[in-house]
């Protein structure tokens, strides 16, 4: 049972890997990144990254409501910001929590039939970006694609195995003393 | 009615049965409306000269920062706070935003209604009651202090509020408190932007503020300026942004200019004239109506 835990571990990491690596790469970001909310408090944890800066903060909580990730996670609307670096306080609170300043940043947050379960963040898009409009539209269809995956991974922790992937564990390991069998 | 029309068309959401409100609320073509018969209702009718004087609007958000060169005084700035004992209150707060959104909502509704007084509740808070509990408080405190509008760049999707959002809705729209509601494009499903009894807003990528669709295949009732909108931001100063939160605003700010020249008009009238001034209906630019008047 401890092994599929940390399997489950593994493939959220993966999967949470994967969403950031593949934003990034979709709008030529700079960065992408991507929070989960800590249902106990609210706070939003920094559990991915891809690109520049920000390796450091895996792990980081972040208060409820507060930045644009907050007002994201908390107002359940996607955001697209430009000319950051011309608001002092945006490039304030940026450096002092990371290590890279964006110019521009889109945020979309993560549903599932309970509400905001996460944000996702991309950080300055692109030559490849085509139009505004088309971008946030991609960027929500990339996000609603995370949520739900991490939605059955959610599912799946809650559930524990169930019978089917019980089957499915006996008949691989079936399978597999039949292999050390045949070449013993 | 035949099938023919935008309301009544079978679209690619309910031929996979998937429910209305998980439909694109982008601005896909804007239908030319050649029918209206409030002849006299222009947007010089509606509009003309207005600055909002007179008009109270309140902005539920994140907070307004008051010392924004862009904002300007605010006529109140409260929040939703929690008690120890969960209890929630309405309390006065000084007129900051740790989120900058509210401040955003706020410099677009200035920018185009100068006149118009400006409130601000503060309802994404860090309590943990959510956003669902915090906006139910604002928004009741802001029916009952009777602003004419109420701007909501928000969404709840926690279903338990639905029935207690909805008598918040219709209580508004009856005591003519316009709730002008920005649009979700997300496939889940979110209040209160779908009640009819609210102006529900999506964006047009047109630079102009005062451009605005009317959209045939409700629940998002018009398209405003959304993209890449300049905005007030906390700290001083500007930056562009994009989003459907922005897009409400104008719409508010719109109808701040509309209610300072007919304070008379009911929600649904309000909503009509926001129909016959829209720029893909007949007459909007059409010279032969300028000039109509109500007095």
Not at chain 2, 127 to 152: M, P
Request: charge should be negative; charged fraction near 20%.
């Amino acid at each position: 049972m401890s092994e599929l835990v940390a399997s489950q571990a593994t493939v959220e990491r993966r999967l949470l890997q994967s969403v950031v690596d593949v934003a990034r790469y979709a709008f030529g970001a700079a960065a992408s990144s991507i929070f989960l909310v800590d249902p106990a408090t609210g706070e939003l944890v920094f559990e991915a990254v891809s690109g520049q800066g920000g390796s450091r903060l895996v792990g980081t909580r972040f208060p409820p409501g507060t930045g644009i990730a907050g007002w994201v996670a908390s107002s359940g609307q996607s955001l697209l910001v430009d000319d950051l670096s011309a608001s002092p306080q945006f490039a304030r609170d940026a450096a002092a929590s990371t290590d890279y300043v964006p110019n521009s940043l889109m945020a979309a947050p993560l549903f599932t039939a309970d509400g905001v379960i996460g944000v996702l963040e991309v950080l300055d898009r692109g030559a490849t970006a085509v139009r505004v409009t088309a971008d946030v539209e991609l960027f929500d269809l990339l996000a609603d694609q995370a949520a739900i995956g991490l939605e059955l991974l959610t599912r799946l922790r809650l559930g524990g195995m169930d019978q089917r992937s019980d089957r499915a564990l006996r008949l691989l390991e079936a399978v597999e003393s039949m292999l050390a069998t045949s070449h013993g | 009615m035949n099938g023919e029309v935008p309301w009544r068309r079978t679209d690619r959401a309910a031929a996979w049965e998937l429910p209305a409100w998980s439909m694109s609320s982008g601005l896909r073509s804007a239908h030319e409306f050649g029918m209206t018969a409030l002849a006299g209702v222009t947007a010089d009718w509606a509009w003309a000269g207005a600055d909002g004087s007179g008009v109270r609007v309140c902005v539920v958000d994140s907070g307004v920062d008051g010392s924004h060169p862009l904002i300007g005084d605010l006529e109140r700035s409260v929040t939703v706070a929690e008690d120890p004992d969960g209890e929630i209150r309405v309390v006065d707060h000084p007129a900051i935003d740790e989120a900058g959104h509210g401040t955003a909502c706020a410099g677009i509704i200035r920018g185009i209604a100068p006149g118009a007084s400006i409130s601000s509740v503060r309802v994404l808070t860090n309590g943990k009651s959510g956003t669902g509990a915090a906006l139910l408080a604002g928004l009741d405190w802001a029916i009952a202090e009777g602003f004419d509008l109420i701007n909501l760049s928000l969404a709840t999707t926690q279903s338990r509020f639905v029935l207690a959002l909805h008598d918040l809705a219709d209580r508004a729209y009856f005591r003519r408190n316009v709730i002008v509601v920005s649009a979700h494009n997300r496939p889940v499903l979110s209040y209160p932007w779908t009640f009819s009894s609210v102006i529900s807003v999506a964006s047009h990528d047109l630079d102009d503020p005062m451009t605005f669709y009317y959209n045939p295949s409700p629940p998002v009732e018009f398209h405003a300026r959304g993209v890449q909108v300049p905005v007030a931001w906390p700290g001083g100063g500007t930056i562009r942004s994009t989003g459907n939160s922005f897009a409400a605003p104008h719409i508010t700010a719109i109808c701040a200019l509309i209610l300072s020249r007919h304070e008379w008009l009911t929600p649904f009238q309000l909503k009509t004239v926001l129909f016959l001034t829209a720029a893909n209906v007949a007459g909007r630019r059409d010279p032969t109506w300028l000039g109509g008047t109500d007095e």
